[in-house]
T-cell receptor, first 117, second 113 residues
Framework: NAGVMQNPRHLVRRRGQEARLRCSPM?????VYWYRQLPEEGLKFMVY????????ESGMPKERFSAEFPKEGPSILRIQQVVRGDSAAYFC???????????????FGPGTRLTVL | GNSVTQMEGPVTLSEEAFLTINCTYT??????LFWYVQYPGEGLQLLLK?????DKGSNKGFEATYRKETTSFHLEKGSVQVSDSAVYFC????????????FGSGTRLQVQP
């Protein structure tokens, strides 16, 4: 059973370009979370999605950042007009469909390390 | 809001030493608690979890007990190995509303032979 897959693993962009990060959840998982890790810091929540729905985007910057999880295909985190401060590791996690109560474990992908020159 | 506080690192130990990494939390309600481990250049792996007070999570010789009275979830291991060198993150998640993980800042463990 394949784990959470992310690509690319490393991405280099120049200031002003667009970065597109992909995440394929584990088989059978319909919930996706995106987190950002700045150097030497912990992970910070960005956005929580289910298929075709954004459930919680309270951690995502209001400008330049967007996320989607279409009915078919991977979840995509898009950063437009990147700046040096966007350089970080971006991790995706997935969990199975949850019941009304209870917390499902999140399983993390290997991350995409974005470097903005 | 919810928050997690971990002891700062790095923690440097000799092989076979006893490990404790402190973690305390603040939450509205009753969260589930987690320890994740991150090896260099890799993503996070779930190490153990506990979902209610007095639960003990354990895995690979690591243990942590959910202490509601002290709002703590300290990670322990009786005898560390060089291969345990990594960054350890304590985290919490609520079971209703926002389900995202709230992480501590991480504690780097270095085990010397």
């Amino acid at each position: 059973n394949a784990g959470v897959m992310q690509n690319p693993r490393h991405l280099v962009r120049r200031r002003g370009q667009e970065a597109r990060l992909r995440c394929s959840p584990m088989k059978g998982h319909s919930h996706v979370y995106w987190y950002r890790q700045l150097p030497e810091e912990g992970l910070k929540f960005m956005v929580y999605l289910q298929k075709e729905n954004i459930i919680d985007e309270s951690g995502m910057p209001k400008e330049r950042f967007s996320a989607e999880f279409p009915k078919e295909g991977p979840s995509i985190l898009r950063i437009q007009q990147v700046v040096r401060g966007d350089s970080a590791a971006y991790f995706c996690a997935s969990s199975p469909m949850t019941c009304a109560s209870g917390t499902d474990t999140q399983y993390f992908g290997p991350g995409t390390r974005l470097t903005v020159l | 809001g919810n928050s997690v506080t971990q002891m700062e690192g790095p923690v440097t130990l000799s092989e076979e030493a006893f490990l404790t990494i402190n973690c305390t939390y603040t939450a509205t309600g009753y969260p589930s608690l987690f320890w994740y481990v991150q090896y260099p250049g890799e993503g996070l792996q779930l190490l153990l979890k506990a979902t209610k007070a007095d639960d003990k999570g354990s895995n690979k010789g690591f243990e942590a007990t959910y202490r509601k009275e002290t709002t703590s979830f300290h990670l322990e291991k009786g005898s560390v190995q060089v291969s345990d060198s990594a960054v350890y993150f304590c985290a919490l998640a609520m079971d209703t509303g926002r389900r995202a993980l709230t992480f501590g800042s991480g504690t780097r463990l270095q085990v010397q032979p």
